[in-house]
């Protein structure tokens, strides 16, 4: 069976600079040497071994997409529009430098550790982590990682995170300025410490500069699928007060959406809501959402950018880094005066 040596001894070169062609690093090899090298790989019919290389390198080529979630009852890890982009993005990316990708939504700290172990993860990406036991368990494994989306106070962790906060402003101070004054948010379940609270912290920022006061009862909790927030939407469509809804997401606003009208409830006539992320969804739904903005592709490109370049043990000048958010308009909010019935 032909090896990497055999065929960097036939082409004159390194095994290195075959390595960097088989894992397709093709930037740092001359368009001549490749093609050589290509019509040897050929010919031979050479297929590299993950397997060898994984004992060789005591790792593999696989670097691992981890969601710290609890396992949800309905949909899947990737069911969200926006997770779906950010994993293409870093596949794509990942790809392109000769490695493999993992997706695993995991809930205990063991179950990441045997994880690793048993696949040789050679980095990780981790989303929706708190600076708990599970954290510490990733720092002891000794694989280089990147947070996504978590406020863990270590300035030596590389993490990418959003203007969480100043999103949930956003959106609360658009319905508000609209002229809505009963404003509902909508959400998976708060924790201290994470996303969703930083963003309904910005809700209440912007509804203390309207003089409204906060009402822990207009704060809904719900999986983020389609089909829990066609229950919420139903839910929502029987409580005349509320005239605009803060949805985290804007797979949540879709289902939120599809229950109102399914109760006869218009959007944006009767009700408007405001979503989160700006994903493909929100061009599709009717009318199409309102949503604050953030750049999915963009955040997993520089995640995979962090983890290349602590395998390859090079500087990182900024390990730390919020990306911007701002509000897109689109159809689906109206002043409240603007309603012309009521289903009710």
Known sequence: MVTLKDIASEAGVSITTVSNVVHRRKSRVSPELVEKIWSIIEREHYVPS?????????????????THLTPQTTGSTVSDPFLSTFVDSIEKRLREEGYYLMIRAVEEAAELAALSRSWRLSGLILTGMFQDDFFFTVKELGVPFVLIDSYVDDPDVCSIGLEDEKGGYLAAKYLLEKGHRTVAFASPSIRAGGVIEKRLNGYCRALAEYDVPFDPSLVFTQEITVQEGRKLGRLLAAKREITGICASADILAAGIMAGLHACGVSVPGDKSIVGFD????????????TTIHQDADQKGVLATDMILRQLRQTPIEEKSIILPVHLVERDSVLPPAASSRNPF
Not at 50 to 66: E, K, Q
Not at 278 to 289: A, E, G
């Open 278 to 289: 700006d994903s493909y969804i929100s061009q599709l739904t009717y009318p199409t959402l």
């Open 50 to 66: 993950m397997s060898a290389r994984s004992l060789a390198n005591r790792a593999s080529s696989i670097i691992g997409v981890i």
